[in-house]
């Protein structure tokens, strides 16, 4: 779909850490959500957060932005996906001065989503997402520590030039030492969204009216 400048209302900017995105309001009220990236490096995860969303959409109950359309392969423009706006604001910064009482049932809530999510979803392995032309695939592991000495691993490879990057041995070793504690657990594997906060939830009239942000989603 194309929407001449005329057309738009309203532009705001609600960037995160991982992607550029605006908040677009158009002149016919209708309300849209636009997402790109400019590093090369976060491409393969904003791809694979677009097809995580269609995902959800397509398999579970669990309400997600719709994505009306995205780009992958015109190099002319960076990729970027287009998404419908869900009504309700992100609760991240005003979380802690909700009423005790608003905050413990956000709180339920979100677990029963979490819940619906794992419920919803079944798969034959665990592993951690890639995208390509065919769509989502699942990089498989035998046993779940791998799947989540890979996420760690990422995460920890984000404190090198921090006041952390001390602990990052230490860390690796501390779970090498005690995986085995996690390949003994009897499970079935499920999505995970690995993200799950009050800031990637869209809240109205104190509800969740749906969860956002799935690019660190494994299984």
Do not use: C
Not at 18 to 47: A, H, P
Not at 128 to 153: C, I, R
Not at 167 to 189: K, M
């Amino acid at each position: 779909q194309e929407f001449p400048e005329r057309d738009l209302s309203n532009l705001e900017d609600v960037s995160g850490l991982n992607k550029i995105t605006y908040s677009v309001r158009l002149d016919s009220g209708r309300n849209l959500i636009v997402s790109w990236v400019d590093d090369q490096e976060k491409i393969e995860d904003f791809k694979i957060e677009a097809a995580v969303i269609e995902l959800v959409d397509s398999s579970t109950s669990i309400s997600v932005p719709e994505v009306i359309t995205l780009n992958f392969t015109d190099e002319r423009l960076p990729p970027y996906y287009l998404m419908e706006k869900i009504d309700g604001y992100n609760p991240d910064a005003r979380f802690k001065y909700m009423p005790e009482n608003v905050k413990k049932f956000l709180l339920k809530e979100a677990g029963r989503i979490l819940g619906r999510v794992h419920e919803e979803t079944n798969f034959e392995t665990v592993g951690n997402f890639y995208h390509t032309e065919q769509g989502l695939k699942l990089e498989e592991k035998e046993v779940w520590s791998d799947a989540l000495f890979d996420s760690m691993g990422h995460h920890l490879s984000g404190l090198e030039d921090t006041v952390f990057g001390s602990i990052i041995d230490e860390a690796e070793n501390a779970f090498e030492n005690h995986r085995h504690l996690v390949d003994v657990t009897d499970f079935e594997p499920v999505l995970v969204h690995e993200d799950f906060r009050p800031g990637n939830l869209i809240v109205k009239d104190n509800e969740i009216k749906a969860v956002i942000d799935w690019e660190r989603a494994l299984v």
